[in-house]
């Protein structure tokens, strides 16, 4: 059974996982200790602990250990001690810029280091946080991947977080196992994910939905293969970009169609620059200096 630890927002994620762990339970007394000992929650700011707690009874809970505090002043061999198999965690996003160790990847390396050997890590982040965009983020990452190890991460829809203008990605590792070199790490595009937005509406579910969710999760479980447009199977180096974007590799062979419209527009940009007097960009003996 599942022991989860989390820096917990309004609480989303641990109802979530609590109503998951209940529904795997098999009597009531598996449930009490499920509501009881198995869910641990961190949030720093007063407010946002108030409406996580309160969604929790609400919710059918209100015994679970829930603090008030800082996570990352947190003693992570502390947190350990708690047994967590289980990290989930969307944090406080650009904070980095008030400071280098308020960035995401701070967050993502203490929730690991705060985690059993062997537990997984799930986390909601920019993706920017998956490139290194410094020096002090590119360290964390060989932290990362010296200590811990990467399953992979999976790129969605911009329109996740809408209205933030967030380009976000879910990353997961598994805890205190040093990234082997062979390892394969699965790299999605899942940007296309059955949601829309609707004007004065927001986000809103299409009934695609459902299916391209199943079909997410058919490939993360290697049920099915698919694609590299949509999943690519790769080994990683910790300088390297974690994102689909970095590792993919246009190596479909194109219909008939889609050469004659390259072909066409092609011919459509030569046309133009020679009307506008710039033919000498066409000619064999063109060095462009």
């Not at 360290?139 to 976000?168: A, D, Q, S």
């Not at 990605?169 to 296309?192: L, Q, S, V």
Request: hydrophobic share 35%; net charge neutral; charged share 25%.
């Amino acid at each position: 059974m599942w022991y989860l630890t989390l820096v917990v927002g309004t609480g989303g994620f641990l109802i979530s996982a609590m109503h998951k762990m209940s529904k795997k339970a098999t009597n009531d007394e598996q449930k009490r200790n499920i509501r009881t000992n198995q869910l641990h929650g961190i949030e720093l700011q007063p407010y946002m602990f108030t409406i996580a707690t309160t969604n929790m009874i609400l919710r059918g809970d209100g015994k679970s250990n829930l603090v008030c505090d800082d996570f990352l002043r947190k003693n992570p061999y502390e947190l350990q001690l708690k047994a967590s198999t289980v990290g989930m965690m969307n944090p406080p996003y650009s904070q980095g810029k008030k400071s280098p160790e308020l960035c995401e990847l701070s967050f993502i390396e203490h929730l690991l280091n705060s985690l059993t050997k062997g537990a997984k890590c799930i986390v909601i982040v920019p993706q920017s946080s998956m490139t290194g965009k410094n020096n002090y983020e590119k360290n964390i990452k060989r932290h990362i991947y010296r200590y811990h190890t990467l399953e992979g991460v999976i790129t969605l829809n911009t329109n996740t977080f809408y209205g933030v203008g967030t380009n976000p990605c879910i990353a997961i590792f598994t805890a205190h196992k040093p990234h082997p070199e062979e390892k394969i790490c699965k790299f999605i595009n899942f940007e296309d994910d059955g949601y829309i937005v609707q004007k004065h509406v927001g986000l809103v579910e299409t009934e695609s939905a459902k299916d391209k969710k199943e079909h997410l999760l058919n490939v993360w479980n290697n049920k099915i293969k698919a694609t590299t447009k949509f999943c690519v199977e790769t080994t990683v180096e910790a300088d390297d970009e974690w994102l689909h974007s970095f590792y993919y590799f246009n190596d479909e062979i194109p219909t008939d169609d889609e050469f004659e419209k390259t072909i066409a527009d092609y011919l459509t940009f030569k046309f133009n620059m020679i009307v506008h007097g710039n033919e000498r960009l066409f000619r064999e003996d063109n060095n462009n200096g």
